[in-house]
């Protein structure tokens, strides 16, 4: 058994963009199996999920979530194999799904209700649990089916389309009858989109660097309006979107990524948003525990059957994490970012 765990610690909190020094590489005991208390689980990670909202943790700010305290171990998403265990629920070689952290080993409390889940990896890659199958998949679902409703015949869009949140609205889209559009950046990402994906086209916002050209782009690729907006990114794209909304249209709020960093994200006209009647929601994952298990009932099933598509990036070791961490946050990733760490 391992003895000796590497952490990735949040040293210091960003001002603006996150640079490395923000973490901090530090070594702590693995406890042996004698030494955990009852209800503890010790975990090997497989995986850990690098995900855009801990950016907005670092930031000792005013939100949804509590900041990310200094000098702990940065909080994430990780998928792994249980190494030790005093809890009756989980044997030694079990599969699971927890907050680890930037971490290579975690010791859960398995007692606390959604601490550590088992998974099942006979039809589901172990890594997909982070990502279509996991916390990102179901994002997705949630505000498509929950906010969005989409209708058969019906226009969405879908920003940061490649991604591991909008490569999954976009297909659950497809698979309800509408015609479905994504933004992504880059001519590689909108190509997968299209063609690997199944979406009915991509604008490569990177190739429509001002608004008058990136909205002439979208009029063309959205000739009966926009019905449903998955909204990932904000500024420029979702200027261009409010203007191509339909009557009674429906935008599900989920993430402005381009105003992470502290870069301003000003709306240009939001009379549209009564002009048209929109509906404008703004929802946390985390809040919508009950719809946990339709939505993986369905992204588990498509996913197993090969009907969902997936792509990883996957950066090697826990010392890669804060590099792959500032390339998810600029857009080097290309699909759901991991960390692998065995
Ligand atoms: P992705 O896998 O989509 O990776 C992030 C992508 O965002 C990048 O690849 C890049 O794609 C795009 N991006 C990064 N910076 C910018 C920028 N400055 N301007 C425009 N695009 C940028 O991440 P996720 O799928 O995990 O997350 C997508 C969104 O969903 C995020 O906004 C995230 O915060 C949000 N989210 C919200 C949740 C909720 O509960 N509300 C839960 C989970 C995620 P490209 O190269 O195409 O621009």
Known sequence: MTTLNHQWVLASRPQGEVTPDNFRLVEAPV????????????VRHHYLSLDPYMRG???????????QPLGQVMIGGTVGEVMASKHP?????????????????????ANVRGALTKVDTTHIPLS?????????????????????GPKAGETVVVSAASGAVGSVVGQLAKARGCRVVG??????????????LGFDACIDYKAHPDPKSFYAALKAATPQGIDGYFENVGGMILDAVLLRMNAFGRI????????????????????????????VEGFIVSEHPEVWPEATK??????????????ESIAQGLSSAPEA??????????????VKLI
């Open 183 to 196: 933004v992504a950046g880059g001519a590689d990402k909108c190509q997968y989109v299209v063609d690997e």
């Open 89 to 109: 629920r989980f044997a030694v070689g079990d599969k699971v799904l927890g907050m680890g952290g930037w971490q290579e080993v975690s010791v859960m409390d």
């Open 128 to 148: 997909a649990y982070l990502g279509s199958v996991g916390m990102p998949g179901v994002t997705a679902w949630y505000g498509l089916i929950k906010i969005i």
């Open 31 to 42: 406890p042996a199996a004698d030494q955990l208390a009852d209800g503890q689980v010790v």
């Open 325 to 338: 961490f500032m390339g998810l946050l600029k857009g080097k990733n290309f699909g759901k970012q991991l």
């Open 57 to 67: 943790r670092m930031n000792d700010s005013k939100s949804y979530a509590e900041p």
């Open 298 to 311: 369905e992204l588990g099933t498509l996913v197993a059957t090969g009907q969902m598509k997936f792509r």
């Open 252 to 279: 599900a709020m989920c993430g402005m990524i381009a105003g992470y960093e502290g870069q301003p994200t000003p709306m240009q006209n939001p009379a549209l948003i009564l002009v048209n009647r929109l509906k």
